[in-house]
């Protein structure tokens, strides 16, 4: 791209002169043409102008709209038009004149600049609204257009093949050719139709101009066997070059492949390949009876943490995402659906629609937006699947609660459960109890049932607690002489036997 268009071209795609010579409620007529048709020109704005000469006042690429105020001279004025890079002239008649001037009609035709007729019922605001919403209507397919390859491009990047998979994606998206090309010049991979012999050395010599040489340009496009073409530098430090050629390369379609560029520079990083194959390799292991230990070594010293994550914006690319953000490559957006009975979870499968990722203990695990996590403590290999089970539960808490993270905790069997539920039912089961009864009971149950010792804490009699601690039994019907009962009632102060309501 030249920097003239970059210059005078605004942030909208141009529409053609046929589109809008196609609103019927216009009237719009076309005296003189492009021998292309009207198709092939494009109209980037209007401009109405009744100056002798509009050429200062032009930027080029627009529909200059006249009335022939000031029409002295019609083939200098069409001379200046042209010079200026008008796209093509509306002539509105009356007021001032009752048809389009013959010698105006021959100046168009002979300059080929595209001469419409813009008749009396029709105001040139009217003709400029319509090219406004014609190019509103352009720019939002454009921006869908994009948004669909980003997506298409992503989902590419995440098969079992990537870069073939990527560039095939790119290719269909810009309906042409893309190719990866070595350090040496020569085409690693490719995918797309066909270009002619002429492109196809022309887009070898445009990717030679970029590349891993210091201050030299990071991108490059150009022309050659009738096709548009362009070349741009991966990031991935091996001095490999993305060619891309078609027929059209617009803003949009750079930005298209800016996106490939970004995907195919981390899938070709060379340390990305060496841990791919380390990871493999682990996995191939673990799969055919390799002990867990000797698998998690080949990934890297533990001990790890296993994180639970849900949520995400529904895109395909978001677990990816995640993972990019808190830093690892292992990660599992396939987790399995709940138990469809509701049943208890004891492999601590996440909720569908979850990810489970696996990190090194000493990676921080920050809360991430549009994402609810749950954190293991850190574990070795063969602990891996009860850190598991605890990153499930602490998503499942982070979610009662509505936080962003929660860790494990550890601390027994009280920490397994979930806490807002254990102390709604110690309150419950402790609510026939006063407060006396409640100090009584728990100073007995804490001294393992002993009267007296019981007696000297509270500093009352050792019958005084053997009613209390019988009243306490007759309340709450139940057996305290039972280990089952007394264990019971003693967590049931741990964690909600407050003083009674």
């Keep these: 791209m030249s920097a003239a268009e970059t210059t005078s071209t605004p ?34 704005w209007v401009h109405t102008s009744e100056m002798a000469d509009p050429y200062p006042y032009l930027l080029g690429g627009e529909l200059l ?12 004025f069409v001379e200046r038009v042209v010079e200026a890079g ?20 021959a100046a168009c035709a002979r300059y080929g600049l595209p001469l419409v007729e813009v008749p009396p019922e029709t105001p040139f605001t ?48 810009l309906g042409g050719r893309a190719v990866l090309f070595g350090r040496d010049g ?7 139709r066909p270009v002619p012999a002429e492109a196809a050395r022309a887009l ?83 799969l055919l009876g390799a002990p867990p230990a000797e698998a998690a070594a080949a990934l890297g010293p533990g001990p790890w943490v296993v994180v639970h994550a849900h949520g995400g914006d529904g895109t395909p690319f978001a677990a990816a995402s995640l993972a990019a953000a808190l830093g690892t490559p292992l990660v599992d957006a396939g987790a399995r659906p709940a138990d469809p009975e509701g049943a208890a979870d004891p492999a601590g499968v ?36 009860a850190a598991d089970a605890q990153a499930a539960r602490a998503l499942r808490r982070a979610e009662a609660t509505r936080v962003a993270v929660a860790r494990h905790r550890p601390g027994g069997f009280a920490a397994l459960m979930d806490q807002g539920e254990a102390a709604a039912h110690a309150r419950t089961l402790l609510a026939p109890l006063n407060e006396p ?21 509270l500093g009352v009699h050792r019958n005084t607690v053997r009613q209390r601690v019988a009243r306490c039994a007759a309340l709450l019907d139940r057996d305290l002489d039972d280990p089952d009962v007394r264990m019971e009632l003693w967590l049931a102060f741990k964690v909600g036997g407050g003083p009674a309501a």
């Design 65 to 76: 709209m006249t009335a022939g105020v000031q029409l002295r001279d019609p083939a200098r």
């Design 437 to 457: 009864l409640r100090e009584t009971l728990r100073g007995w149950l804490s001294l393992h049932g002993n009267w007296d010792r019981t007696a000297v804490a």
């Design 350 to 385: 996440t909720p569908a629609g979850s990810v489970r990722l696996l990190l090194p203990a000493s990676a921080p695990v920050t809360a991430q937006p549009g994402w609810t996590l749950g954190v293991s403590a850190p574990a070795g290999a063969g602990g891996l699947s």
């Design 86 to 105: 008008a796209a093509a002239l509306g002539f509105g008649v009356t007021p001032v004149y009752d048809t389009v001037p013959a010698e105006l009609v």
């Design 204 to 286: 070898a010599e445009l990717a030679g101009v970029v590349g891993p040489r210091p201050g030299g340009p990071a991108s490059a496009s150009g022309d050659g066997g009738g096709l548009r073409l362009a070349a741009y530098a991966l990031g991935g430090g091996d001095g490999l070059t993305l060619g891309v050629a078609t027929q059209r390369l617009g803003p949009g379609d750079h930005t298209i492949a800016g996106v490939a560029v970004v995907l195919l520079s981390l899938l070709t990083a060379p340390h990305r390949g060496a841990d791919a194959s380390v990871r493999d390799g682990a996995l191939v292991r673990l």
């Design 11 to 44: 942030p909208a795609p141009p529409v053609s002169l046929a589109a809008l010579l196609a609103r019927k409620e216009l009237g719009l007529r076309l005296l003189t043409g492009p021998e292309a048709g009207p198709g092939s020109v494009s109209l980037h």
């Design 126 to 173: 009217a003709v400029a609204r319509a090219l406004w919403r014609l190019m509103a209507e352009a720019r939002l397919h454009e921006l869908r257009r994009v948004t669909e390859a980003q997506q298409s491009l992503a989902a590419a990047a995440a098969r079992p093949a990537p870069v073939p998979a990527v560039l095939g994606a790119l290719a269909s998206r």
């Design 186 to 192: 020569t085409e690693s991979v490719a995918a797309g």
